[in-house]
């Protein structure tokens, strides 16, 4: 199916709050080795300043759901962008340690909230057939803000002793460039749907070219009873109801098992990983490029074939490669072998990290749960996802520094999460590929 350039644009804002997300989420790799020697942290108050945005990332995501439901999804992604430059204007100027604290959580408010609410609106406005491609853009953005980060904590590691302030501070031109966007983008016609406004959705399905809105919108009414629907509110409907049980084994599931693999623990301290290996300090800024790069090229290849190899074949596959990865960073840090085939294995990590993960978890989690619970199961994955990586990213630190071998323990604990993922995703794990959103609730018993 072509994708026209309407759906292509909606696409694309909405996917700017990934960039942002992905940016807010590596930057502090440039800039935490600076913050603890300038506020003088122990290894566990770095971990807790490292883990402050992820534990806004909780809020955000538990929080995000509700008003998503309630108020629409366009009106929270406007409120997100707002959010992401209040984050980085107080970072890049605060004077002390708490203020800095509170601001990252701020930021962390808006990414968790922004891996709800802008895979569900990509996802509800994309037509089946392309479904898996489009939101896969918003994983795209994450690694390209990924990428962009990383470059920009090279670019400006000379500036002298404020140069963290620059690296955190940048953030400011895409944040104003999403909110000035999504002014122009329409509301999800989903939401319009479960809002009785059935003309307004049929309009935006005939702009994003979806094949049969009609049927689309005869669907959405017969999965919803009258008693569900209230006019101009959210449905009442219990995500824990009972019935809701197998999306909900999915998406946790799924989401624990994404961090479990040490993704976030990679992105997060990458330059003290490879001065750890025996890397200078400005080829250990360098290396992380090297990682986004090819976090970028392997998603970009994930995204173009979700939608035909599916979802189930390409976490299969990257669950055996980012295992073997695993291991061999794992016993290079234990054998004291040359630390530089580090960046090897941990690009081999990424590119099937990119590849499978990276390309499928915020797909998967947005298509799985129905109409009226989907910003509700949508923030349960979400939830479950960044609760995960606040105790890792929290925990990393202190682990690899408890011990002379805390680095080669910790990668085999990855490993082994790696190994567990791939028995749930082969036996247990359905796959959606091809399905419209409403299709796979019939598939999964819910009706």
Known sequence: MKINSFLLRCTLIAALGGFLFGFETAVISG?????????????????????????????????????????????????????????????????????????????????????????????????????????GMFQLNIVIGILVAFLTNFAFLHIGAGSWRWMVGIMVIPAGLFALLLRIIPESPRWLILNDRDEEAARIFVRTGEPDGKAV????????????????????????????????LYAVLLAMFNQLSGINAILYYAPRIFEMAGFSKQASFLQPVYIGGANLIFTLLGMSIIDKVGRKTLLITGAIGTMIFLLLTAFTFNTGTSGHFVIVYLVGFIAFFGLSQGAVIWVFISEIFPNSVRSQGSSLGSFTHWIMAAIIAWTFPIIVNASPNGGFYSFIFFSCMVFVSLIFIWRVMPETKGRTLEQIQKDLGIV
């Open 217 to 248: 919108i005869n669907e959405e009414h017969a999965l919803l009873s009258g008693e569900e629907k209230l006019i101009h509110h959210a449905p009442e409907e219990k995500l824990f109801s009972g019935k809701y049980r197998k999306p909900i």
């Open 31 to 135: 800039a935490e080795k600076t913050i603890q020697q300038l506020w003088s942290l122990s290894d566990f108050l770095l971990g807790f300043t490292v883990a402050a945005s992820l534990i806004g990332t909780v809020i955000g995501s538990m929080i995000a759901g509700r008003p998503a439901q309630r108020y629409g999804r366009k009106k929270v992604l406007m409120a997100i962008a707002l959010m992401y430059l209040v984050s980085a204007i107080g970072c890049s100027l605060t004077p002390t340690w708490i203020l800095f604290i509170i601001f990252r959580m701020v930021g962390g408010i808006a990414v968790g909230a922004s891996s709800v609410v802008g895979p569900m609106y990509i996802s509800e406005i994309s037509p089946a057939a392309v479904r898996g491609r489009l939101t």
